[in-house]
């Protein structure tokens, strides 16, 4: 079973890292990897950024890619 610690150990190992790759990493289902990692996030251990800035570098209400483009990485706080 996958612990707290592999997770932050892992975001540190690779100084960043979103869902998806913890999840293939750890051989561990998407959303209890979610779920730990915010339990990591409200224990102040790690820290969710927020890298989904618009590829046309403008607002995001004329990006044609505007259905959920938003993406999350965590990193050691």
């Known amino acids: 079973m996958t612990s707290l610690l592999q997770i932050r150990d892992l975001i540190a190992l690779y100084g960043q890292a ?42 995001c209400k004329g990006c044609p890619e505007s259905t959920d483009c938003t993406h999350f990485v965590y990193k050691i706080k």
């Not at 730990?36 to 989904?52: A, F, G, H, P, T």
């Open 18 to 59: 979103d869902i998806a790759l913890l999840s293939e990493q750890l051989n561990t289902p998407a959303p209890l990897i979610q779920a730990m990692v915010e339990k990591l996030v409200s224990l102040e251990k790690i820290e969710q950024v927020d890298i989904s800035a618009c590829l046309t570098g403008s607002s």
